[in-house]
C-alpha cells in the first residue's frame, strides 16, 4: 500500500513480531496446560493482547499511507477508489474470519476486516479528531459494561461463544463483549492511521515519538501496579475484579490496557523502522520482512498447520509451557524459512494472491503487499 517508491523496510519486520508474538501466545493457550503458573508461563500471560494490538495499530498505519498522497492533494476519486479497494478487502477478511472461527475460536480475522472498513470510513478526517475518537472509544467501554454483562454468552471452559449466531448474540460479541470488540479495539486503528500520517522518516519526529510512547508505556505500568496495590490493601473489591479493572490484562480492554497497547505498538515499530535503517538489508531483516509481508498465510497456517495438527498428535491443552514455547518458536522459524522459498518464485504470497481477485489491486494487508518486492 506505499505510495512511496521506497518500501518502509521497518514496518514489514513489526508484521512480523505481531505474528511471532501471536503465535507464541496462541499456541500456549492452545497447547499449553491450563494449571501451569512457572515463570515462563506467567512471561506469556503478559504478551496477550500484544501481538494483536501491535497486528491492528499496523492496520492503521497502512491504510494511511495507502492515501497519503491522495489525502494531501485531497483527489477525492483516488481517495474513493482506494477506500473501496480497504473496504472489499476488509468484507474479504470479515468472511473469512467467519469461516475460520469453527476452528479457532478466538480469532482475529473478522473482527480485523470490521476494524480497516471503520478505518477507511474514518481516513480523511482530522487527526486532532482521531485522537478524540480514540479517546471516547478508551472511556466509554467501562460504561458499557455497567450496562452489558461482560460474560453473556460465553461458556469459558471452551472460550467459546455460544449465542454467537443468533443476530442479537453477534452484535453484542463483535461490538462489547469479545475477545477483540470493535468498542474499543477500532481505536488502535485510529491510532494507528495518525501514525502513519506523521513523517517518522525524519529523526526529530521519530524520536519525539518514540520517546513519548516509551514514556507512557512505563507510566501505564506504574500506575497500574500502583492503583491495583490501593484497591487490594484499601477496599473490598475481589482480586480478580481489581485485576480486570487496574490491570493492563487484555480482556477486559479496559483503559490501561488501551493505553498501554498503542505506546507499546508505536515503540516497537518506531523501534522496527529505526534498526531497519541502522542495519543493511543484506543482515537478516529483510527475511523477516518477508514474513511480515505474509502476515495473513502465516496466521492462518499456525491454526490450521500448527495447533490443529497437534491437537490430533496429543490433544488441547496437554503439552507443558516449554514444550509449546518451543513448538511456537520452531513454527516461526518455518515461517520464515518457508517466505524466503516462497519469495523466490512468487512475488505475491498465497492470500494476497486471492484477495487481489477479490479487490482486483495489488493493495494488501495493513498498507503493504504480502510479498510485493515492487514497493
Avoid at 57 to 73: D, E, M, Q
Avoid at 89 to 99: H, K, R
Avoid at 107 to 135: E, M, N, Q
Avoid at 187 to 202: E, K, S, Y
Amino acid at each position: 500500500m506505499f505510495e512511496s517508491k521506497q518500501r518502509i523496510q521497518g514496518y514489514d519486520v513489526a508484521s512480523a513480531l505481531a505474528l511471532f508474538i501471536m503465535v507464541i501466545v496462541n499456541f500456549d493457550l492452545g497447547l499449553a496446560r491450563l494449571n501451569d503458573d512457572g515463570l515462563l508461563s506467567k512471561v506469556l500471560d503478559q504478551l496477550q493482547g500484544k501481538g494483536a494490538a501491535l497486528f491492528i495499530v499496523l492496520a492503521g498505519v497502512g491504510i494511511s499511507l495507502l492515501v497519503k498522497t491522495n489525502l494531501f492533494y485531497y483527489d477525492k476519486i483516488k481517495l474513493w477508489e482506494k477506500q473501496r479497494i480497504v473496504l472489499k478487502q476488509g468484507a474479504f477478511l470479515f468472511v473469512l474470519g467467519l469461516m475460520y472461527l469453527p476452528l479457532w475460536p478466538t480469532d482475529i480475522l473478522h473482527y480485523y476486516g470490521f476494524f480497516i472498513s471503520i478505518g477507511a470510513l474514518l481516513i480523511s478526517i482530522r487527526s486532532k479528531s482521531l485522537w478524540i475518537l480514540v479517546v471516547i472509544l478508551i472511556a466509554v467501554y467501562p460504561l458499557i459494561l455497567s450496562y452489558v454483562d461482560l460474560g453473556t454468552g460465553w461458556n469459558w471452559n471452551i472460550k467459546q461463544y455460544n449465542s454467537f449466531w443468533t443476530f442479537n448474540g453477534f452484535l453484542q460479541n463483535l461490538l462489547v463483549n469479545s475477545f477483540y470488540p470493535v468498542v474499543p479495539w477500532v481505536a488502535f486503528v485510529l491510532a494507528g492511521i495518525w501514525l502513519g500520517r506523521q513523517n517518522i522518516t525524519n529523526k526529530n519526529n521519530r524520536n519525539l515519538i518514540l520517546l513519548l510512547s516509551i514514556t507512557i508505556f512505563f507510566l501505564v505500568q506504574m500506575s497500574s501496579f500502583r492503583l491495583g496495590y490501593i484497591a487490594l490493601h484499601y477496599t473490598n473489591m475481589p482480586a480478580e475484579d481489581i485485576l480486570a479493572i487496574w490491570g493492563t490484562e487484555s480482556f477486559p480492554p479496559m483503559p490501561l490496557f488501551m493505553i498501554s497497547g498503542i505506546s507499546w505498538s508505536f515503540t516497537i515499530i518506531l523501534l522496527c523502522v529505526w534498526i531497519t535503517e541502522k542495519m543493511n538489508t543484506r543482515d537478516g531483516l529483510s527475511i523477516l520482512a518477508k514474513t511480515g509481508q505474509m502476515v495473513f498465510t502465516h496466521y492462518i497456517l499456525h491454526v490450521v498447520v500448527g495447533i490443529l495438527g497437534v491437537y490430533l498428535l496429543f490433544g488441547k491443552n496437554n503439552l507443558s509451557t516449554e514444550v509449546a514455547f518451543l513448538y511456537a518458536i520452531d513454527f516461526c522459524i518455518v515461517s520464515i524459512i518457508f517466505s524466503m522459498l516462497w519469495s523466490l518464485r512468487f512475488t505475491k504470497g498465497p492470500i494476497s494472491m486471492l484477495m487481489g481477485l477479490i479487490s482486483k489491486s495489488k493493495i494488501t494487508k495493513t498498507g503493504y503487499n504480502e510479498n510485493d518486492k515492487k514497493l
